[in-house]
């Protein structure tokens, strides 16, 4: 217990640590002392700095934060909810049905004939927000009639299968404009959003994280088995349902707002266990909150290339995070939880 609690305090001031940091890294650097002292005061700040700080830099470290954190979460139930040390928030479909969403918008605006709502953040996110919906209900929809959990999963799958040839069908059509844009999109970001956008992508989030409480006590119970679980009373349906909605609410509006991050939901719930060395989801969410918000931080800092003009896509980081964890675990197949 006491090496629980030195970690968690360990990881807050990580956190917080990276927070200061990917504030005070980027193209402008920005002295490490600014910055904190940009939170509890304006005088005797350079106007240039606090308007990036507060208008940009803030609002990117939030963002990165909810992203990093809220796909970490939605992974570590995927991975519970299948038992599937390999799952990851996308495999339900979500994120291929955000994808859809925008590529209707981006490619197939002028052949559907609505290329006049226009490319803005605001209905790129909504897009994203209905393509994920429909797959989303499509996905409750089968899972209310399937009793196979492995089915769910396929179904998922193969959701995203469809997705994909739609989208390759809209991109042979499409400009090379239409396209290049697009492709931008997939690489993620993390720095478009207005207070506005941001406050609207915490409400969801907020909601997504709210309904975690209606299935805490049961995660433990579900790693032993379905039949084990409803020997304590465990309803594995309603269960089932509030896991994916969960999953769904998080990877929806995540994708939707800062496009498809890879490999963060994937390889954090792994670290977390390996760090905490336990599969008691008491102790995994909040260490998993920690370790996504931390490493979403640092691979955003590491994007931005301190001291530079250029901005990696954010994508490309994580994956060079994540998939070596990914490789080292399928090698270590008998310490996976």
Do not use: C
């Not at 089968?142 to 799958?157: E, H, M, P, Q, Y």
């Amino acid at each position: 217990m006491k090496y629980n609690t030195f970690y968690f305090i360990f990881l807050v001031l990580l956190l917080l640590t990276a927070f200061i940091v990917n504030i005070s890294f980027g193209s402008v650097s920005i002295p490490f002392k600014t910055v904190v002292k940009s939170f509890f005061t304006d005088q005797n700040i350079k106007e240039s700095w606090l308007y990036i700080i507060k208008n940009y830099r803030l609002p990117k470290a939030i963002t990165a934060i909810l992203v990093g954190s809220g796909l970490s979460i939605s992974g570590l139930l995927m991975q519970t909810l299948f038992k599937n040390p390999l799952a990851g928030p996308f495999v339900l479909g979500i994120s291929s049905g955000s994808s859809l969403g925008v590529a209707l918008l981006i490619l197939g605006g002028n052949l559907l004939g609505f290329s006049a709502i226009g490319n803005s953040n605001l209905s790129l996110a909504i897009a994203s927000g209905i393509g994920a919906f429909l797959v989303l209900l499509a996905v409750v929809l089968v899972s209310k009639n399937v009793r196979n959990t492995a089915s769910i999963l396929i179904i998922g799958l193969m959701f995203g299968s469809i997705t994909s040839a739609t989208i390759s069908i809209l991109a042979y059509f499409s400009s090379a404009e239409q396209l290049q844009q697009f492709l931008f999109w997939t690489f993620g970001s993390l720095g478009n959003l207005t207070w506005q956008e941001l406050g609207l992508f915490f409400i969801i989030y907020l909601i997504g994280m709210l309904l975690l409480l209606f299935v805490f006590k049961p995660l433990n119970t579900l790693l032993l088995g379905d039949n084990y679980a409803k020997s304590l009373g465990v309803n594995i349906k309603k269960t089932r349902f509030i896991i994916i909605l969960i999953t769904a609410i998080l990877t929806g509006i995540i994708t939707a707002f800062s496009g498809p991050i890879a490999f963060i939901g994937l390889a954090v719930p792994h670290l977390a266990k390996m760090l905490l060395n336990t599969s008691d989801h008491k102790i995994l969410l909040p260490a998993t909150f920690l370790i996504g918000s931390i490493v979403m931080l640092i691979s955003d800092t590491i994007a931005q290339l301190p001291n530079s003009a250029y901005t990696l896509p954010i994508n490309a980081i994580t994956t060079i995070f994540g998939a070596p964890i990914v490789i080292w675990l399928l090698i270590r197949k008998k310490q996976i939880v």
